[in-house]
């Protein structure tokens, strides 16, 4: 039978559900995500299905969390077990870019007025935009109120169905732009529906915004990048800066492994003919809090890798040789320079006692064990605590919190050589691709085709497919593999992994599922000019979307 779900006049809908869900504040990582919460439930309270089906949505607080935050759902249960699941994020990124305009940065009609006074300012590809009435300017607007108002105008029109086939569920997290905690929980949530309610989830759909890389042609995602934040923290042998060939400076030997990794195509992931950005450094420092004319005993830093299918294992791998090398040639460098010192001094060329040196952060926590035993575990775990509850307080940051952990364990080291010690830093996000999965059914194949031939006739607008989202997403979590391994991996190699952060990896692997990101075209997410395209908005993309669910749920 082939039926349809009538979304005519959807468009007014979209509007009047995003104009309010906008003015609310819910900056990321604040209490003003609560107030994302309590729109949400409004209004799945205000629609008729709802109010007869009670146990249909609700909140799913996060276990433990210092904002008390919350997932919020609810489910359109039509016939059968096949179930689409829409997801967005109602927490946006902060607005301190928008100056004396932070009042505004939520009312998009008082915002627009504001940015004509100063369009002059604007770039000028953001100037044509905003003055061509195209687009829709202010905070979340783009990233990603606007494809939430989309799932949620369309949830409403399903729950009006008489005999709808299948199942959707929407979901609405906090978080997405800090640490995903609302994804996190999520997993939980959506093992539990799936029992509760004995769903078959088929497919999982994300209304991220979408770059163009060309203007006439939209952006389908079949999937998501990984990222993983390794950290690095090089302790070297303190001496004083005119003996500078008694100690060894941890800056020389960290930085020359920066150098080498920085935007390094030695990460190179390449899947489907599509790569993943090289890295980058985001936090590099010593550990010296005042100046004196010593060199600093340790230094640390994290670098920011994306993957498309590597392991945490293979990063560190990775890593792990870069370091080596690294170590190497600075000790050749230190001995050269040594050598024509002696020689222009007239001094004896001693031997250097140098050796490169790397280890894991776990082969570092087993010599401590192994040299103190229990004594080291009891210390450890209760530092880790302190650790973690200042980072909940705010007071110490994960990187932070990561080094100060680590620095504690040389406590407990009597070899105190130079070495490097490699791990990682909350979060942790699984690559994630449709091209992955195993057994995909022609119906899972041709989605993104059929969606492109449908969008190109009926607006003469075209779409691409890529395997992965480059701008890291929640879909992350949507399927894994390997979950054992990478579970040691981290469990073994994040210092705070299961004190203040964990991932339910095999939940993730357990629902995993295919995903598709279909949302609309918008530009300089969290920026002043953050917009979104207000045909894709209101007509293109929720027809898109509404086709992309019906076809999965075998209703075209
Ligand atoms: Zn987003």
């Known amino acids: 039978m082939n039926k349809t779900v009538n979304i005519e006049g959807i468009d007014k809908d979209i509007k009047a559900i995003l104009m309010p869900y906008l003015a609310v504040n819910s900056e990321t990582a604040t209490r003003g995500e609560r107030n994302g919460e309590a729109f949400l439930l409004d209004y799945f309270n205000g629609i008729p299905y709802f109010q007869e089906n009670k146990e249909y949505f609700g909140r799913h607080a996060i276990p433990d969390d210092a904002l008390g935050r919350a997932v919020c759902w609810a489910v359109v249960k039509g016939r059968g077990d096949d179930t689409v699941i829409l997801l967005h994020h109602y927490d946006v990124v902060g607005v301190e870019d928008f100056k004396t305009m932070h009042d505004l940065a939520f009312q998009p009609d008082l915002l627009k007025q504001e940015l004509v006074q100063i369009a002059g300012e604007l770039q000028p590809e953001a100037r044509e935009d905003l003055l061509s009435g195209e687009y829709l300017f202010g905070r979340g607007t783009a990233d990603m109120k606007g494809g939430g108002a989309i799932q949620l105008a369309l949830l409403k029109r399903y729950s009006e169905e008489a005999d709808f086939k299948g199942n959707v569920i929407l979901i609405s997290l906090p978080d997405e732009e800090n640490l995903s905690a609302g994804m996190r929980a999520a997993v939980d949530l959506l093992i539990e529906l799936k029992n509760r309610f004995g769903l078959k989830y088929v497919y999982a759909f994300n209304s991220e915004p979408h770059q163009r890389k060309e203007k006439r042609k939209g952006l389908l995602s079949e999937g998501s990048v990984g990222k993983m934040l390794a950290f690095v923290y090089a302790r070297g042998f303190l001496s004083h800066v005119g003996k500078v060939f008694e100690g060894f400076n941890p800056l020389s030997v960290l930085s020359e492994i920066v150098t080498r990794t920085e935007i390094s ?22 550990n010296k809090e005042n100046y004196d004319v010593s060199m600093p005993l340790s230094a640390g830093g994290c670098i920011s890798i994306l993957t498309l299918d590597s392991n945490p294992t ?158 890291i997403s929640d879909m992350s979590y949507f399927a894994l593999k390997d979950s054992g391994k990478i579970k040691e991996e981290l469990s073994h190699n994040m210092p705070l992994y299961g004190e203040i952060y964990s991932i339910p990896l095999e939940g993730i692997e357990e629902l995993s599922m295919p995903c598709m990101n279909i949302g609309p075209w918008g530009k300089d997410f969290h920026k002043l000019t953050e917009r979104v395209c207000k045909l894709d908005l209101y007509e293109r993309t929720p027809d898109l979307l509404n086709r992309a669910v019906l076809i999965m749920l075998d209703q075209k």
């Not at 990460?267 to 010593?286: H, K, M, N, Q, S």
């Not at 990561?402 to 130079?418: E, H």
């Open 314 to 471: 293979e990063i560190l791998n990775v890593l792990k040789q870069i370091s080596l090398d690294s170590f190497e040639s600075v000790i050749r460098r230190i001995k050269e320079s040594y050598s024509i010192f002696c020689n222009s001094s007239g001094r004896k060329l001693e031997p250097l006692p140098w050796n490169p040196s790397v280890i894991t952060f776990d082969e570092l926590l087993k010599e401590a064990y192994q040299s103190h035993g229990e004594i080291f575990t009891a210390a450890y775990r209760s530092k880790m605590h302190e650790a973690g509850q200042k980072v909940k307080a705010g007071e110490i940051n994960l990187m932070e919190s990561s080094f100060l952990l680590v620095d504690f364990v040389y406590n407990y080291i009597s070899d105190l050589s130079p070495r490097v010690v490699l791990g990682f830093v909350p979060p942790y996000y699984p690559n994630v691709s449709n091209l992955l999965l195993k057994d995909r059914s022609e119906r899972e194949k041709n989605l993104s085709t059929e969606l492109s031939d449908y969008c190109n006739q009926k607006y003469g607008q075209e779409y691409e497919r890529e395997y992965y989202y480059t701008g």
């Open 265 to 286: 195509p030695s990460f190179l992931d390449i899947v489907g003919g599509e790569a993943a950005p090289p890295p980058t450094w985001l936090y590099l420092r010593d």
